[in-house]
């Protein structure tokens, strides 16, 4: 397409990615304890799925704004659009990893529990393992929202696949909004396919299941 700096893209892409991949993997990390909490207290586990859950409400542009005040950082400093898109990633992974915890029979929690495993070994082996299948489906969801969401810090000059739209509306060309749009479609895809592929890596039982 003329007008569009392939190398640009590539090079763009790839901050996207940085931008929305590292803090879905923390946000992971930080979901993964939370949920188990949430999953184990009762009385807890709705003030911390409903806790987490309000923090999706947050403005995106507004939070990318506010960051520096409550951080130290600069406007354009990365670790605003890290931070932000981390607290995201932690309000939509919460109530999945908690969903999935809780999915795990109890008959299936008693019996790992009488040959001897206990409190964290057990949640280890055996409960995150088979909560994979629900806790990766919240994974895609967080991934594309991720991604999506990511392109807002454009708007406060972070450079990312976002910035396409802003340089194609400045221009008034149609042609790096395209590339921009197709970009992050494909980036999302790209992210939702392997994440997927990770479920099935780390799910070989299920897939046994099927072939019998």
């Known amino acids: 397409m003329r007008g569009v700096d392939w190398a640009e893209v590539l090079d763009l892409a790839v901050r996207h990615l940085y931008l929305a991949g590292v803090p879905l993997l923390l946000g992971l990390v930080i979901s993964l304890p939370l949920g188990w909490v949430a999953s184990r207290v009762r009385w807890l586990g709705a003030w911390i799925v409903g806790g987490t859950g309000l923090l999706y409400t947050i403005p995106s542009l507004a939070l990318f704004i506010m960051l520096p005040l409550f951080l130290g950082t600069r406007v354009l400093d990365d670790a605003n659009v890290l931070v932000a898109m981390t ?126």
């Open 87 to 212: 607290i995201y990633s932690v309000a939509l992974l919460t109530r999945t990893v908690a969903d999935g915890l809780s999915s795990v029979p109890g008959s299936v929690r008693q019996a790992a529990t009488a040959i001897g495993y206990g409190e964290l070994r057990r949640t280890i082996a055996v409960d995150l393992p088979l909560a994979v299948p629900v806790i990766t489906a919240g994974l895609r969801v967080a991934a594309v929202s991720n991604v999506s969401i990511v392109s807002i810090a454009a708007l406060i000059g972070v450079s990312q696949l976002g910035q396409l739209f802003t340089d194609g509306f400045n221009r008034n060309a149609m042609g790096p909004i395209v590339v921009g749009v197709v970009a992050c479609v494909a980036l999302s895809l790209a992210l939702d396919a392997l994440i997927a592929l990770l479920s099935r890596l780390l799910t070989p039982w299920l897939r046994r299941g099927a072939a019998a």
